[in-house]
């Protein structure tokens, strides 16, 4: 699987929209790019993902650039809740068995 | 309920005692997994696992032992546990690929204190 890179921390105002970056440059054709987030104490939760086009769903948008060297994470307007740890994976379809990779993601702070 | 289910929620052991962490999940999805997370590492993959009788090793499978006789079910034994064991500990379902991946949904954890 690609490695992604990620900022440790970001902070971001309740209301406000919430762009998260994740650089993946050496992602391969194939690779899917999917975005999980942890709430503290709890097991983390699907996001959204997507290939080549940009991705939109109730939680979140997903924008991938053209080369597919990075992509962005969008939550339109935070809330408290979205106070979390956001991961970016670029996981790799097989058609058989499939893994995911954590890295240590990003600690988005929402703040009033 | 339908979903992704862990037991115990809260376990202490002692150095030396075997002890099994359970996953049960009610969607029939084909693939299962095992994580640990530790502070400073994130989440790793211990072990997964495509279908009932097909499991593969991931990046940290030493120390412990998976079955999947059942494609509902996969638990992970501690055989010997040792205090690098204390971890938090999530299982994953995923539906078979069908042409298009899915996400992943994870069960609520196992914290595991071996003393």
């Known amino acids: 699987d690609a490695k992604t890179t990620q900022p440790t921390s970001m902070d971001c105002a309740e209301g406000r929209a919430a762009n998260l970056p994740c650089n993946h440059s050496?992602?391969?054709?194939?690779?899917?790019v999917y975005w999980y987030r942890q709430i503290h104490s709890q097991g983390p939760q699907y996001i959204i993902h997507?290939?080549?086009n940009n991705e939109t769903n109730e939680m979140a948008s997903l924008i991938i650039t053209e080369d597919r060297k990075s992509s962005t994470l969008i939550l339109p307007h935070a809330t408290l809740r979205d106070t979390a740890v956001y991961y970016c994976?670029?996981?790799?379809?097989?058609?058989?068995?499939?893994?995911?990779?954590f890295g240590t993601g990003t600690r988005l702070q929402v703040t009033l | 309920d339908a979903g992704i289910t862990q037991s115990p929620r809260y376990k202490i052991t002692e150095t030396g005692r075997q002890v099994t962490l359970m996953c049960h999940q009610t969607?029939?999805?084909?693939?299962m997994f095992w994580y640990r997370q530790d502070l400073g590492h994130g989440l790793r993959l211990i072990y997964y696992?495509?279908?009932?009788?097909?499991?593969d090793k991931g990046e940290v499978p030493d120390g412990y032992v998976v079955s999947r006789s059942k494609t509902e079910n996969f638990p992970l034994t501690l055989e010997s546990a040792t205090r690098s064991q204390t971890s938090v500990y999530f299982c994953?379902?995923?539906?078979?690929?069908?042409?298009?991946?899915?996400?992943?949904?994870f069960g609520s954890g196992t914290r595991l204190t071996v003393v």
């Open positions: 994953a379902s995923s539906e078979s690929s069908t042409g298009r991946l899915y996400g992943y949904t």
């Open positions: 050496t992602i391969s054709g194939n690779e899917y």
């Open positions: 997507g290939l080549k």
């Open positions: 994976i670029v996981r790799f379809y097989t058609g058989t068995a499939s893994k995911l990779t």
């Open positions: 969607w029939s999805h084909s693939y």
């Open positions: 696992s495509a279908a009932a009788d097909i499991t």
